[in-house]
């Protein structure tokens, strides 16, 4: 069961590349694997060599190694578990912390990265998910507060010692951006990189043109996508409750959680896509406005220079931000 579903994470990943770069006269440089628990891929439509596409590889596990929380020895592992004890970690760890609280203020606590001690209660990915007990959903909630973290030079503190820092919804932004630099910096103009359908481009196509990229259609992710989108430079990034989700008794659990209730975020919306330049934005945002819902969220991004966004709501409705790439 798990495999077909990671075969079908596949398909669907691979999917979205072929209808964003197919008539290509060159076949690009690509690789397709397995990390940060989602698919991940890289295609280069310059000459270079292949050492580069390797380097990527490894700055990917580097990167695992450092964020997952679910490597024991990773950097977001160690500080989660130092019972409030300073943990000294990587510039990469304290950036990426600093953006999450920027997050966190920024929508005042409805995205919030200490969600870790409520979000490790909820396991999407098993084959019989069990839904967290309404006493341990509500003593969880208790530990987060992005407030509970100190961050001191190289070192980061959790003042609460049950609190958990969760950067699940910022890190493959964050290592796209990063993935990008490098890749630049090897003389690539024209490339995509999917981190689970994080996608960030650089440059267009070799002729010229855009990408196209294609937001699927939640809960529906074989059909046609819901719309397409043009991109060159930019990235898009699609949250919502399709990404990871299990079903019980006719309701629905996804992995975006409200801190206030400690459960999955209902607010009538299916999906935020957000289309800007870094990835990291991308990501943290599309997240951010989700949680936000269709009101504040659109809001938010409606204040912002050159994001734009595609809101879907639970009946496919789409909502675009004012002036959607518009230049
Ligand atoms: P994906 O992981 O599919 O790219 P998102 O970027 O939207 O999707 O991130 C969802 C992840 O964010 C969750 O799996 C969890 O790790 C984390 N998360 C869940 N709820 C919150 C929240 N309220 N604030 C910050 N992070 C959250
Ligand atoms: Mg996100």
Redesign the pocket.
């Known amino acids: 069961m798990k495999r077909i579903r990671q075969v079908s994470l596949l398909l669907a990943a691979a999917a979205l590349l072929t209808c964003g770069c197919s008539r290509f006269s060159t076949k690009p440089l690509s690789f397709t694997g397995m990390a940060f628990d ?1 698919v991940i891929a890289v295609q280069i439509y310059d000459s270079v060599d292949e050492e580069v596409l390797e380097h990527c590889k490894t700055m990917c596990s580097e990167y695992e190694q450092k964020f997952s ?1 679910t490597i024991e020895t990773s950097e977001i592992s160690q500080i989660n578990s130092a019972g409030g004890a300073p943990v000294a970690v990587s510039e990469d760890t304290i950036e990426l912390i600093k953006k ?1 609280i920027y ?2 203020e920024l929508s005042n606590g ?4 200490t ?2 001690s409520v ?1 490790s209660l909820w396991d ?1 990915k098993s084959e019989e998910p069990i839904i967290p007990s309404p006493e341990s959903i509500a003593e969880a909630k208790k530990h987060i507060n992005y407030d509970k973290i100190v961050i001191s030079n190289n070192t980061v503190t959790l003042t609460d010692p049950q609190t958990k820092i ?5 890190a ?2 964050y290592i796209a951006d990063r993935l990008k630099d490098y890749l630049k910096s090897q003389g690539v103009k024209h490339a995509i990189i999917n981190l ?3 996608v960030l481009a650089i440059g267009g196509k070799p002729d010229g043109s855009s990408f196209n990229i294609g937001i699927r259609k939640p809960f529906h992710e074989e059909e046609e996508p819901l719309t397409t989108v043009k991109i060159k430079n930019k990235s898009v ?4 409750t399709s ?2 989700y299990f079903e019980k008794d006719g309701n629905l659990y996804h ?5 206030a209730s400690g459960y999955p ?1 209902n607010n009538g919306l299916n999906s935020v896509t957000i289309i800007t330049n870094s990835s990291l934005t991308a ?2 945002l ?3 406005c ?2 936000l819902g269709p009101d504040k969220g659109l809001r938010l991004v409606n204040q912002l220079d050159n994001v734009d966004a595609v809101f879907v709501d639970t009946n496919n409705e789409i909502t675009y931000s004012r002036n959607f790439l518009k230049k």
């Open positions: 989602t929380a999450g997050y966190s409805a995205f919030d990265i969600v870790g979000s999407f969760d950067v699940g919804a910022i493959k932004g689970g359908g994080n990034v699609t949250s919502g990404q990871r992995h975006i959680i409200d801190p975020c990501d943290a599309s997240t951010t989700f949680l």
